[in-house]
């Protein structure tokens, strides 16, 4: 069945990686562009194409200037199940919202993308000679129109069973590209300073859409590590700090990461990464601080908390701690000043993070973090929770058969009170999320039996 044409109606082409942040990125930057979702716009699926109800272009073509998940946008004029139903389509469409790009002083081309299947030259041009019922009156120029059409056809997702003829079909007008290339442009592969750990670029950019980070915003990642997230959020226009409990990362000191490269150079520092990319006039300052005893006043501070915190597999969870924490039956040295390095279980990790987050956050700033979780063992009462923090989205990614990190995105609903009243939260809200404190030991539990049951069949 055709679609109805209705005012403000859009296309989007949408990348097809990254499948469980999509929705939650796009939903994101809407909200934060005057734009929403309606409930029967939630079921997308693994679908490259989504329909949109979008207020104008105008917050159409800001959508596409910040997200990495979608390609293209277009101004839909047409769309059916077949050939058939496509022409009735645009032949219902309104002439008068077609005419001011088909003048007789245009230029245009009509270009044809087709997913899961590869179309002949001759096939792509019988598609656009099938066209000639709209009322083009310009002059085709293929290589600089001033407007470019689209026919896109959607073959299904299975590239071993595609059908003779496409499932879907639309026509549209092409409004903007997303920005797909900030993952070449700032890949970790070219970055002047990076760890163990530095954090994929375009999952950097997911992070800060789905923390609607904006210009002039003050971002904060209290794991900052190589601060890989705070140059996507630069990079979009906020002023970023953080804070590590390494002292040789923060100030860029010891071994280095890369290959055939033993000690980290004098300019290899997160300040140094920024100015790699023109934006060190965002960067405040990064610190030498313990997550578990923030050092900061009361107050809110920080339009958004975007981080990624140590799960114990490349990196260690450690607090510093005084002497009396030692545990017993170690040897305690009195005259020591030395901090005390201990263990941070992977539970009162995320309850340090949700509490300063709903203590320093502005009233709607987001906290957008991973969570690591044992896949076999997972369910959705694990996902740590506060009273002044709402739940927005929850999307996994696979790390092995069995463990997986969840990107959780919270927003500040409630004005914190005081730091007692929420200490029984980690027991009462934290307690499903415990088990997981042995996060390492099962990540490695996990890949010791896949080799004993090789090594088994091996012998069999």
Sequence with gaps: MALSCNLNRYLLLMAQEHLEFRLPEIKSLLSLFGGQFTSSQESYGKSPFWILSIPSEDIARKLMKRTVCAKSIFELWGHGKSTEELYSSLKNYPVEKMVPFLHPDSTYKIQIHTFNKTLTQEEKVKRIDALEFLPFEGKVNLKKPQHTFSVLEDYGLDPNCIPEKP??????????????ELIQSYSVKKRHFIGNTSMDAGLSFIMANHGQVKENDVVFDPFVGTGGLL?????????????????????????????????????????????????????????????????????????????????????STRRTGSQKEIPKGMEKCPESHVPVSLSYHLSDMFFDLLNFAAETLVLGGRLVYWLPVYTPEYTEEMVPCHPCLRLISNSEQKLSSHTSRRLITMEKVKTFEDRAQYSHLRSDHFLPYQGHNSF??????GVTKRITKEEKSSQE
């Design 440 to 445: 390492r030991e099962k990540y490695f539990s």
């Design 231 to 315: 140059i996507a959020s630069a990079r979009f226009g906020a002023y970023v700090c953080g804070t590590d409990i390494d002292y040789n990362t923060v100030h860029g000191l010891g071994k280095a990461t890369r290959k055939n490269q033993k000690w980290r150079g004098p300019d290899e520092n997160i300040r140094a990464n920024l100015r790699q990319y023109g934006l060190e006039k965002y960067y405040l300052d990064i610190l030498v601080s313990d997550a578990s005893k923030p050092s900061w006043r009361k107050g809110t501070y920080f339009d958004a908390i975007i981080t990624d915190p140590p799960y114990g597999i490349r990196e």
């Design 167 to 180: 499932h879907n079909i639309y026509f549209g007008r092409w409004i903007a590209d997303g920005q797909r």
